[in-house]
């Protein structure tokens, strides 16, 4: 077989056994991300049963000396580097048990100038039954096999207490070396370049599968799928390759499957292995990826809402204690920021538009759209306001009302 027959061979398939040997069966240079969640050295067995069906599930943790673990992982390390492309990257997972081994390992593999990122993925967590610091955060090393490694800039949403100005506004190093708002000529404060919300950092706050979650399939270890989609989204694209030799019960399978990758995952259990195709046949898509603490309150989620109705895939930047703005937009019009406004439920239309009118002069913006959520006797009082600067747009909902009371 060739090496290319081969690789198709065991595109979207999970493969049962070591992963030593496995791995000599898939083609050198043709794999995009390795994910690997290794035995941490906890000197532990991991078991739990699923709750649906009562299966127990096990693995071995167990070593005699961390040489024979050190070993272990360079052995197996080695080989996913040979299976990397050129631009493709390892992430490794582990915790303070090894952390030390496995960097080391890595260092030796692929070389300290590789070393990207450690990623430390923290979770709240209330009790603890030892002596010492409450451990809340796993590490994630990540390194890639050259310089010429794929990367996606990823951004998450600006914090409710990010002030409206500090996004749109262009800054500047005053004289004492701060940062403060550049000034055009008249005074007027300068807009920035379109950002897309705040740079992912090297701190993932992500929640540790609770046991009642409703991903969890009773896998002890389990990570949660939102981690795994974040590092497949960060250094892949579409129709890549994305392997996991230590797989469990699959989640790096099915974050990669979520997401329009393709994966090869490979576990030496039995009933992980079975677990893994199980849950790739039943998976359907969540609809949220990641949760929002801040947007807790009813009215938030309800603007929330209205938004992602309304704007659909366009990119925007939510904004949250502003009462003329809720969103704008990614896209500048005229390099000026395209403001958006819902409707609020306690507002008339012209209330809501006159609210806009006034944060389009305050933000110098050219374009703007308020977005109509309810009727009022008032409303014909708007068209004047309308025009090339102020669109109107009617949610769905209220057409259809609207509609049936004709
Ligand atoms: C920490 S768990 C992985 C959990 C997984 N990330 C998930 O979300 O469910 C480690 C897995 O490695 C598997 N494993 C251990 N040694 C292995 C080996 N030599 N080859 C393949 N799989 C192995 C175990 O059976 C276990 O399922």
Same mark, same amino acid.
């Given at each position: ?6 690789? $198709? ?16 069966? /898939?083609?050198?240079? $043709? ?53 990397? =492309? ?30 990207? $990122? ?26 890639? =096999? ?176 502003? =009462?003329?703005?809720?969103? /704008? ?78």
């Amino acid at each position: 077989m060739t090496e290319n027959a081969l690789k $198709s061979h065991f595109i979207d398939r999970i493969l049962l056994g070591d992963c030593f040997s496995l791995m000599n069966d /898939i083609a050198n240079t $043709s794999i995009d991300l390795a994910y690997l969640d290794p035995p941490f050295f906890s000197a532990k067995t991991h078991q739990l049963a699923a709750r649906e069906t009562g299966i127990r599930y096990r693995f071995s943790d167990r070593w005699k000396n961390e040489h024979i673990y050190a070993d272990f992982l360079f052995t197996r390390i080695s080989r996913v580097k040979e299976l990397l =492309k050129d631009t493709g990257s390892i992430f490794v997972h582990c915790d303070k048990s090894a952390e030390h081994i496995v960097r080391t390992v890595l260092d030796q593999v692929f070389g300290a100038e590789h070393f990207q $990122s450690e990623i430390v993925w923290t979770y709240k967590r209330w009790s603890n039954a030892k002596k010492g610091l409450m451990p809340a955060h796993q590490n994630i090393y990540f390194y890639s =096999k050259t310089d010429t490694f794929k990367f996606n800039h990823l951004y998450t949403p600006y914090s409710d207490k990010t002030n409206i100005d500090q996004i749109l506004q262009k800054r500047q190093r005053s004289k004492d070396n701060k940062s403060v708002y550049l000034i055009n000529k008249q005074g007027e404060q300068v807009i920035g370049a379109e950002k897309r919300g705040v740079p992912l950092s090297d701190v993932w706050h992500i929640p540790y599968l609770n046991p009642t979650a409703r991903e969890r399939v009773g896998y002890p270890t389990q990570k949660p799928l939102s981690l795994l989609q974040q590092i497949v989204e960060l250094v892949t694209e579409e129709g890549d390759i994305v392997l996991d030799p230590f797989c469990g019960s699959g989640t790096t399978c099915v974050a990669a499957k979520a997401l329009n990758r393709h994966y090869i995952g490979i576990d030496e259990s039995k009933e992980a292995f079975k677990l893994t195709q199980q849950r790739l046949e039943t998976y359907i898509k969540p609809s949220v990826r990641r949760s929002d603490a801040t947007k807790t309150q009813a009215s938030k989620e309800w603007i929330d809402k209205c938004l992602a109705l309304s704007l659909a895939s366009i990119p925007f930047n939510r904004i949250l204690r502003n =009462k003329g703005i809720d969103a /704008i937009l990614v896209e500048h019009f005229n390099s000026k920021p395209v403001l958006v406004k819902v409707q609020d439920q306690s507002e008339t239309l012209k209330e809501a538009c006159d609210i806009l009118v006034k944060a389009m002069q305050k933000k110098q913006s050219e374009k703007a759209f308020i977005i109509q959520t309810h009727n009022c006797h008032t409303n014909e009082q708007i068209l004047p306001l309308l025009n090339q600067h102020l669109s109107l747009i009617v949610m769905p909902a209220l057409t259809i009302k609207q509609a049936l009371q004709s």
